[in-house]
């Protein structure tokens, strides 16, 4: 069996240690201060796991897709709010940990975390695309949903509610986070993660047959 590889993000250097401590049972830690720490040496297939402290995670999450990569990201912190967390999930992070915590408490939390976002892949590509649209807010994948299916940018502005200025800026925030250059690039990746149409878009269509 491959061994897990993880990479963590955290400019405090004790808990960087004791985490990269308790991850060694289950895989390979790139321990690191910042993602400049790998010198441009990006592994494979790696987890990445961020310190929410501060401006560390948004820093992290834009030097990412500045970077071209694209890591699940599991952010963790000693105390979050369900509001906060919640936040951090659709702002595309796989999934949030409290840390400290006992070992064998943050291995299995992060084994069911890993487990969920691998569940329904059938292919690397596919699991990799999924990755990639999971970066995007509930009202991006509407927009993009919506795209996939044909709709103008007018007709997914009156679909949810919203003028068609504010699609063009959801869909310019869409090629960012997923790295591409056009819709067209975004819409093979929507197709390969399987992106649903979101409710909203789905009535329309309902409506329109």
């Given at each position: 069996?491959?061994?897990n590889t993880f990479i963590v993000v955290d400019c405090n250097y004790r808990n960087r ?61 000693k105390q979050a709010s369900i509001a906060h967390i919640m936040d951090v999930l659709s ?65 997914v502005a009156r679909t949810l509610g919203i003028s068609p200025r504010t699609v063009e ?41």
């Amino acid at each position: 069996m491959q061994e897990n590889t993880f990479i963590v993000v955290d400019c405090n250097y004790r808990n960087r240690n004791e985490l990269t401590l308790a991850l060694g049972e289950m895989g390979y830690v790139v321990p690191a201060d910042t993602l400049d720490d790998l010198g441009g040496r990006w592994p494979e297939g790696a987890w990445l796991l961020v310190h929410d402290e501060g401006p560390q995670l948004p820093q992290t999450q834009q030097a990412l897709r500045s970077a071209g990569q694209y890591y699940p990201l599991v952010a963790y912190s000693k105390q979050a709010s369900i509001a906060h967390i919640m936040d951090v999930l659709s702002d595309g992070a796989a999934g949030y940990l409290e840390w400290p915590t006992p070992g064998e408490r943050l291995r299995r939390s992060l084994g069911n975390i890993m487990t969920r976002k691998w569940q329904g892949s059938t292919t690397p590509e596919q699991a990799r695309a999924k990755q990639r649209v999971g970066q995007l807010s509930p009202r991006e994948r509407e927009v993009l949903s919506g795209v996939s299916e044909g709709y103008s940018s007018k007709e997914v502005a009156r679909t949810l509610g919203i003028s068609p200025r504010t699609v063009e800026l959801h869909r310019a925030n869409v090629l960012t986070k997923l790295g591409v250059r056009n819709v067209a690039a975004a819409v093979r990746l929507s197709v390969e993660a399987q992106l649903d149409a979101g409710p909203a878009v789905t009535q329309e269509r309902e409506l329109a047959l």
